[in-house]
């Protein structure tokens, strides 16, 4: 079972930048890929971006492409999301997910092991 602890969030203003950390325990090695959701008041939980545990392949959602960076340090179970050029329409609750699964890395179906969560709020 993988247990995954987000950090980081807080508020900024757009304009501004935040790095996300999540730390990964359990038996990390059978991790397929990793992603970040957010859920923004009265929204549904959508996929960010994701990454894949082997290749280091991203992928990312075309309304944070070229402004948030997701990265990995797999010597540290350790996953990261940069946040550059936030906009008020990019606060949410973030979340970090993992998958030992094959597949469906686009979805949020896809993805078995789930953090808790951390605020993010962007003013302008």
């Known amino acids: 079972v993988q247990q995954l602890v987000e950090s980081g969030g807080g508020s900024v203003e757009t304009g501004g930048s935040l790095r996300l950390s999540c730390a990964a325990s359990?038996?990390?090695?059978?991790?397929?890929?990793m992603g970040w959701f957010r859920r923004a008041p009265g929204k549904q939980r959508e996929r960010v971006a994701t990454?894949?545990?082997?290749?280091?392949?991203?992928d990312y959602h075309n309304s944070v492409k070229g402004r948030f960076a997701i990265s990995q340090d797999n010597a540290n179970n350790t996953l990261y999301l940069q946040m550059t050029n936030p906009t008020p329409e990019d606060t949410a609750m973030y979340y970090c997910?993992?998958?030992?699964?094959?597949?469906?890395?686009?979805?949020?179906?896809?993805?078995?092991?789930w953090g808790q969560g951390t605020q993010v709020t962007v003013s302008s």
């Open positions: 359990g038996n990390t090695d059978s991790i397929y890929y």
């Open positions: 990454i894949w545990r082997g290749s280091g392949n991203m």
């Open positions: 997910a993992a998958s030992d699964r094959r597949g469906l890395a686009f979805m949020e179906r896809g993805f078995n092991y």
